[in-house]
């Protein structure tokens, strides 16, 4: 079993920057994969970043968001720089066993709670 918990969320505005958080913890979390997604009010969850022994990013957060990981802390984040409103959603981290890829939803095991980034223009 593998839990995550998101932090650092919060209201920002355009041209802004945030870090989120994920506390990963189980058996085998400094491994895992980790995945971002996140889901604006009316839209489906959609894949934003990735990290594995390489990266992944969404077409639409490339060059603006930098996902990394500190395996010492057990921690994954997702440094958001130059937030646009459109980035407005809830935020989730989730973890699946050691792959690259991992772009859908459904290839993930483990979910955290959500984090909610709102950026006003």
């Known amino acids: 079993q593998v839990q995550l918990v998101e932090s650092g969320g919060g209201l920002v505005q355009a041209g802004g920057s945030l870090r989120l958080s994920c506390v990963v913890s189980?058996?085998?979390?400094?491994?895992?994969?980790i995945g971002w997604f996140r889901q604006a009010p009316g839209l489906e969850r959609e894949f934003v970043a990735m990290?594995?022994?390489?990266?992944l990013y969404a077409d639409s957060v490339r060059g603006r968001f930098t996902v990394s990981r500190d395996n010492a802390k057990n921690e994954v984040y997702l440094q958001m720089n130059s937030l646009k409103p459109e980035d407005t959603a809830v935020y989730y981290c989730?973890?699946?066993?050691?792959?690259?890829?991992?772009?859908?939803?459904?290839?993930?095991?483990?979910w955290g709670q959500g984090t909610q980034v709102t950026v006003s223009s």
């Open positions: 990290i594995s022994w390489g990266t």
């Open positions: 189980g058996r085998a979390s400094s491994s895992y994969s």
């Open positions: 989730a973890a699946r066993p050691p792959a690259m890829g991992g772009t859908k939803v459904d290839a993930y095991d483990y």
